[in-house]
């Protein structure tokens, strides 16, 4: 099982960016976009539970980034608007077979290896 992340990038602030996250091996149940700051700890940005139909997100990002998922693809995606300098941060995504959506860092087992995003002001 394998989580591959992409779509990290320098950009402007106010400019978007698209990460992609794709499961090899399995599909899951629930997934997860978490962020981690330079010199910050891992922090949780957003879920999405197995039909898409529920969603959490930080407050700190709600409004800006919208967590969205292709279950034909097993791909879980995260529309990022605009950016602000305090979005930068190597993001991971993450994924669990159970299908609620949770927000913790240590209720998902598996783990894409994180694509930085660097938002300029």
């Known amino acids: 099982v394998q989580l591959q992340a992409c779509g990290g990038g320098l950009v402007q602030a106010g400019g978007s960016l698209r990460l992609s996250c794709a499961a090899s091996?399995?599909?899951?149940?629930?997934y997860g976009w978490f962020r981690q700051p330079p010199g910050k700890e891992r922090e949780f940005v957003a879920a999405?539970?197995?039909?898409?139909?529920?969603?959490v997100y930080a407050d700190s990002v709600k409004g800006r980034f919208t967590i969205s998922r292709d279950n034909a693809k097993n791909t879980v995606y995260l529309q990022m608007n605009s950016l602000k300098p305090e979005d930068t941060a190597v993001y991971y995504c993450a994924a669990r077979y159970g299908r609620e959506v949770l927000i913790t860092v240590y209720q998902y087992a598996y783990w894409g290896q994180g694509t930085v995003v660097t938002v300029s002001s």
């Open positions: 999405i539970n197995w039909s898409g139909g529920s969603t």
């Open positions: 091996g399995r599909s899951f149940g629930s």
